[in-house]
């Protein structure tokens, strides 16, 4: 099953903050973000692996809750080039190496 | 990181032909690649899990017989759309994650069938 992000679409100002949230039916694997800019393949963000993780760099971080079934991805003083959609990408089991993403929430920041 | 190519990045054809994509890896061998379809301003779906010299596994809902996965070799997987129509226009896009990390992605093949 997809997971189910929210919110769908969110504008902001730059150097505004930024939270996404990714949900999941079923405790996962782990738990993949990325972003992608329209007509462009998705860049990797970060990967979280243990229940209760938190993880980031410079002004991007995601957390992923103890009992593995939701993600967020914390944008923190937003810039233009944050603009984009974002998507998780999801593992069910190990070894399976596949992904469902996630539904997606559309970024755009103004300036 | 790795490096994934697809081809072509943007196909026009006529209705009732078929398109090949492919896709490659250029520094290292994927024994599995998967294929997403995405549709304007929704999510990829995955298709189907490519396997180097066996059959390809389909995710529920995707027509085996109209996408046509080949992974011949351990660096090139190809789809091919046969008989496409204007409802199979979209943005298909492959994968490999050769360490178990994160996933590299082709640059993605824009289809258009007029």
Redesign the interface.
Known sequence: QQPVQSPQAVILREGEDAVINCSSSKALYSVHWYRQKHGEAPVFLMILLKGGEQKGHEKISASFNEKKQQSSLYLTASQLSYSGTYFCGTEESAGTYKYIFGTGTRLKVLA | GAVVSQHPSWVICKSGTSVKIECRSLDFQAT?M?W?RQFP??????MA?SNEGSKATYEQGVEKDKFLINHASLTLSTLTVTSAHPEDSS?Y?C?A?PF?????????T?LTVV
């Open positions: 599995t998967f997403y301003k929704q999510s990829l779906m995955l899990t943005f896009i994968s994650r178990n990390t994160e996933a590299f992605f082709g640059q993605g824009r």
